[in-house]
Each structure stands twice: as structure tokens, then as C-alpha cells.
């Protein structure tokens, strides 16, 4: 089927003429729902490039909608079963002249030609960009009284979420020779110290089990039980690589601002030499004149460090990814590499939608956290929580099977590190509670070790077991290497 402007389908149109539509757009429209509903194996191929908001046509964004409900419950949309699904009610309204049963006929019985499909997916995604850009812009074409700086923002702002919103990874072709050729460049530039700097996450030991850094477009899942360190680890990350002068990106889905900050500075004032619990920097009027200026100073030390805390409860992975877009935006504008994003935390990113099992709303983070490394070209660490199963195990070390939507993670990651502080269960033991002094001196022994288990690693080995010290007061990790050179 053409996309031409000169050949558009001769059905009718709800809610319009042919002149007063983007003809083209309902074109588009007609043709991908028929290969749809003729070939219902086209679908997977294109759901990830448009859904049923993007559709011109309310009929259209109705029939999608559907598509997608009956493809995600595991149900062939084919024309007779969206037609079942309809309704006879529905399926004999009118529709411009006929009964929209029969314009569904006739749009599923068109020829269709399926690899076709993503094209006209694509040109239905870039009308609705379009449209939404049109949305944005209307108030200063239509005049009135403006502050142009906000209008500029504002607008930009619309344009990183527009962009953002069609997140995916592009398949790229490549002959083995091509690839090898790529990866004989990028040796002889390591060689020279012409390669890509990567930024360090300050835990040397780890980033050597990973390939030496945190990779670019690589997924990185680190899990651990509630006070295991995720939120002190993924801090620590983000704030390491803006001390090296690339951006970071800190989604926090549970703490404030100012609750992210004053952990910063609490580690920062470690590497100073100077003990200040980030609680007690948080605890208003805690602290003494001199320690308020120790915490002043070493803030505008920082000043200028490119990292960004997004701040804003629950939120869905496609506002993190268009929010994450606008910040990466920013950073480039400035020149700014982008080092990381940090999502803390997995399971309390908002579903775009219901979904019977929460597996399936867990799927959709970790697809739409390793589409952002993708896209973004970037590492992303996906915090994440295990369930309670290994409080009932003697050796309380967290593997795979016990984070929650284990499978979803561990398919999509290229790395999953687990957290474990052995301190946190001899603490909550009833000999440490009734004062055993054997426990108190087993909890002073490992009050500070961090064990970062690597259990999932297509850098380097799995099953590696990094062990680092751990201030979880001071919000500070530091490699032991780092320690012992003191």
C-alpha cells in the first residue's frame, strides 16, 4: 500500500474529512492496523514503535488499544477475534456510511505488504511528534503576553519528552569483518589513550570484574535486602562520576533532595577526615556552627559537579526515560559527557498501565531501563529489592531467585550485583540484643564489610565476590585497596 499523498485510501473517515486530517497519517493508520489484523505476526515487530495514543483517528487508537490488550494476554489479534472482542453492539455502529465492522474489513483485507509495517509505524510516530510539537508551540503563535526564557523552556522541555517518549534500541547490521574491524580500532585507540575515557564508579575492584568500568549501554542491576546499602552504593556512583566531570543522573523515587545531598556531603566530609552522619545533618538544628560550616564549604567545594537528582515519587520508566533525556540534553549542550543514570528503586517505578501479575509491570522497568542504556548510550544501575526468602536461610546471601520479578532482571542485565552486610544480621541477633559479648565482638569485626556479590556478568566471570568497607553513617563506600594505601 502507498503512503503517497495522491493515493489515500478511499474509506471513510470519523470525525473528518480528508482535508481537514494529516492525510497521510490516517493512511499510515489504515495500513498498519490491516497488516495487523491479516498478519497478526507483524505486531511484535512494531509495538515498540508506536501505541494506541499516536493514532490520529479515535477509532484507530480504539482498535490499537485492543491490539495491544489481546497481544499482551497472550491472544492472536487477528480480525475475528477483534471483532469478537468488539461486540456486535459496537461492530454495527455507524462509521461514516457503513458499519465500522465493515470498515475493518476492508482495512484488514487491503493488501498489505508486512515489511512495510515499521515504516508506517514510524510515519504515524513522527505525525504525532509532530502534533505534540504543534501543541507546544500554539501560545506563541497565537501571541499574547509571554516571558520568552519560560516559553523557550517550557517548550524544550516538551521537546526532550517527545523524543524520549520513543525510547528503543536500533538494530544495527553488521558483516563480521565490519565488526572486527570496529573492534581492531577501538584496541589501537586504547593503545594510543585515544579511546573513550570511561568514568570510574569508585570501586576499583568491581569495575575490574565488569570490564574495567561500567560500560556504556549496559543494564546493571544491584539488588540487596531492605539496609543491605543500595541507595549508599547507587549515591556514591552517581557522585563519584560527577566529581570526575560527568554527568550523572540520580532518579530518586524515595528520598528527597535534600535527603540525597546531605548524603553526598556526608561522604565527601569522610574523605576529608571529618566524621558527620548525613542523619545528623538532616536532623534540624543538630548541628554546631562549626560543623554547619564544614557542611557550607564543602557544598560549594561541589558546586558545578554535573549531577542531577530528579526528585518525584512514583513515576513510570517513561517519565524517568524522557526526564533522563531532557538532563543528558543539558549536559551536552554544555559539553558534558553523560557518565551514569542511577533508578532508585526498581520496584516502586510506577506501570504505565495494570497488569495482572506484577512480574509483567517489573518486565516493563527492565525493558524500558535497558532501552535507556541503549539510547542514551550510558550505563544505567537499576537498584532493585529481593523478597524475604533469605531471612529464613542460614547463609542470608541474596542470589538471583530472590529478587522480586527475579526473571525480568536477570534477562535484560548484563550485570547483577548483590549487596550483603553481615553487621545488619548479627546486630538483629537475640545474642547481640542480650548482650553477648562474643556477638558484640563479631559485630565490631565486621561492622564495616560490604560484600558486592557479582552473580550475572558478561564482562568477566560470574560468582565474584568484591569486598569493600562500608560506612552505612557517613553513606560511604571505599574499595579496601584504597584503605590499606593510607
Not at 228 to 239: L, R, Y
Request: glycine residues 8%; hydrophobic residues 40%.
Amino acid at each position: 500500500m502507498s503512503v503517497g499523498a495522491d493515493n489515500v485510501v478511499p474509506f471513510p473517515i470519523a470525525g473528518g474529512t480528508a482535508d481537514d486530517l494529516p492525510r497521510v497519517t490516517i493512511e499510515c493508520e489504515q495500513a498498519l492496523i490491516g497488516c495487523v489484523l491479516s498478519q497478526p505476526h507483524v505486531f511484535p515487530v512494531v509495538q515498540t514503535l508506536v501505541s494506541a495514543e499516536h493514532f490520529h483517528e479515535p477509532a484507530h487508537r480504539e482498535v490499537w488499544a485492543l491490539i495491544e490488550m489481546m497481544a499482551a494476554a497472550g491472544d492472536v489479534p487477528n480480525l475475528p477475534r477483534v471483532l469478537a472482542a468488539i461486540g456486535p453492539k459496537a461492530a454495527e455502529r455507524d462509521f461514516g456510511g457503513i458499519t465500522f465492522k465493515r470498515y475493518l474489513i476492508q482495512v484488514a483485507t487491503t493488501l498489505c505488504v508486512p515489511l512495510h509495517a515499521p515504516d508506517h509505524a514510524k510515519a504515524i510516530q513522527n505525525y504525532w511528534q509532530l502534533r505534540e510539537l504543534a501543541a507546544a508551540t500554539a501560545d506563541v503563535r497565537e501571541g499574547g503576553v509571554m516571558v520568552p526564557s519560560q516559553a523557550l523552556a517550557r517548550i524544550y522541555a516538551r521537546v526532550d519528552e517527545v523524543r524520549a517518549s520513543f525510547v528503543e534500541r536500533r538494530p544495527v547490521s553488521a558483516t563480521l569483518d565490519e565488526a572486527g574491524d570496529d573492534l581492531v580500532r577501538e584496541l589501537e585507540a586504547g593503545l594510543k589513550g585515544e579511546g573513550r575515557h570511561l568514568p570510574a564508579s569508585g570501586i576499583d575492584s568491581m569495575d575490574q570484574e565488569i570490564g574495567g568500568a561500567p560500560q556504556p549501554s549496559n543494564l546493571i542491576v544491584v539488588a540487596g535486602r531492605t539496609s543491605m546499602g543500595k541507595s549508599i552504593f547507587g549515591t556514591e556512583v552517581a557522585g563519584n562520576m560527577a566529581e570526575q566531570g560527568f554527568g550523572s543522573i540520580y532518579h530518586s523515587l524515595e528520598m528527597s533532595k535534600r535527603q540525597v545531598a546531605a548524603r553526598l556531603v556526608s561522604s565527601a566530609l569522610e574523605r576529608r577526615r571529618v566524621r558527620l552522619p548525613f542523619g545528623l545533618i538532616m536532623k534540624r538544628g543538630a548541628l554546631t556552627p562549626r560543623q554547619a560550616q564544614l557542611v557550607s564549604d564543602c557544598l560549594h567545594e561541589m558546586r558545578g559537579q554535573p549531577l542531577t537528582i530528579e526528585d518525584g515519587g512514583r513515576r513510570s520508566m517513561l517519565e524517568i526515560a524522557a526526564s533522563s533525556e531532557r538532563v543528558a540534553n543539558a549536559y551536552a549542550r554544555k559539553n558534558i559527557p553523560l557518565g551514569s543514570i542511577v533508578i532508585d528503586h526498581a520496584h516502586i517505578v510506577r506501570a504505565s498501565r495494570a497488569f495482572n501479575r506484577e512480574d509483567e509491570g517489573l518486565k516493563e522497568v527492565a525493558d524500558g531501563a535497558l532501552a535507556l542504556a541503549k539510547h542514551l548510550d550510558v550505563p544505567v544501575f537499576l537498584l532493585a529489592q529481593c523478597n524475604r526468602q533469605t531471612e529464613g536461610r542460614e547463609d542470608k546471601r541474596p542470589g538471583l531467585a530472590d529478587i522480586r520479578g527475579a526473571g525480568a532482571f536477570e534477562e535484560n542485565a548484563d550485570t547483577v550485583c548483590f549487596l550483603y552486610r553481615p553487621a545488619y544480621y548479627v546486630e538483629r541477633s537475640q545474642k547481640f540484643r542480650d548482650g553477648d559479648a562474643a556477638a558484640h565482638e563479631e559485630f565490631e569485626r565486621v561492622r564495616n564489610d560490604l560484600e558486592i556479590i557479582i552473580d550475572k556478568n558478561r564482562a568477566g566471570g560470574p560468582n565474584q565476590i568484591v569486598r569493600a568497607h562500608c560506612d552505612v553513617a557517613l553513606n560511604a563506600i571505599r574499595p579496601l585497596s584504597r584503605l590499606l594505601g593510607d
